[in-house]
Structure formats: structure tokens, C-alpha cells
């Protein structure tokens, strides 16, 4: 029978676990930088639909790593799934499509 290893104590002391990634978000500037968004990144195994991006309006396909963004002031009826790059370069293009 294998030998377990004793457990050693927490260095941080008894302060909650941190985050790993983005699993909670990051604020960042919306693409019309009048309102702050919450941002995640999701890895082309979680990503199991297709989307459509409000960037360029194309889908983005399952399987396909992408940005999840939302207003910070919104719920999660307000999230949307973008293309990286269109995420990136929401500064410099308009978005395509609204939804009401």
C-alpha cells in the first residue's frame, strides 16, 4: 500500500483560494468604451453551441476558443459570445448586430 503524505499547512493562511484565470472574469472597457464589461475566455473544449458573433456577425463554430462578454452592470441575458480577434478590435470597427 502506497504511503500518503502528510498534509502541509496553507502558506496564505486561512485567506479563500484564488480564482484560476479569468474563471470569474476581468473587467475591461466595452467596445464603445462608455461601460466597463466582464470578460472570460472559453477554451474550444467547453465551447459546445454556435454563436453568433456581434462583431462580424459570423458564427462561431463548437469547438472554436472565444470571449464571453457581458456589461458589468448587466445579467446574464446581456452575455455575449465574441471571436477573439473581434474582441480585440472592438475599438476600431462597430458592431454588427444588436439584440433587444
Known amino acids: 500500500m502506497p504511503r500518503r ?5 496553507n502558506p496564505r493562511g486561512d485567506r479563500e483560494p484564488r480564482p484560476i484565470g479569468d474563471v470569474f472574469g476581468r473587467t475591461e472597457s466595452g467596445p464603445g468604451d462608455d461601460e466597463n464589461y466582464v470578460v472570460r475566455t472559453v477554451s ?3 465551447a459546445v453551441k454556435t454563436y453568433r458573433c ?5 458564427e462561431i463554430a463548437p469547438g472554436t476558443p472565444h470571449i ?3 456589461p458589468a452592470d448587466g445579467g446574464e441575458d446581456d452575455r455575449r459570445h465574441w471571436h477573439t480577434g473581434c474582441w480585440r478590435g ?3 470597427r462597430t ?3 444588436r439584440w433587444s
Do not use: L
Open 90 to 92: 472592438r475599438r476600431t
Open 95 to 97: 458592431i454588427t448586430r
Open 68 to 70: 464571453v462578454a457581458w
Open 44 to 46: 474550444g473544449a467547453r
Open 54 to 58: 456581434p462583431g462580424c456577425d459570423h
Open 5 to 9: 503524505r502528510p498534509k502541509r499547512p
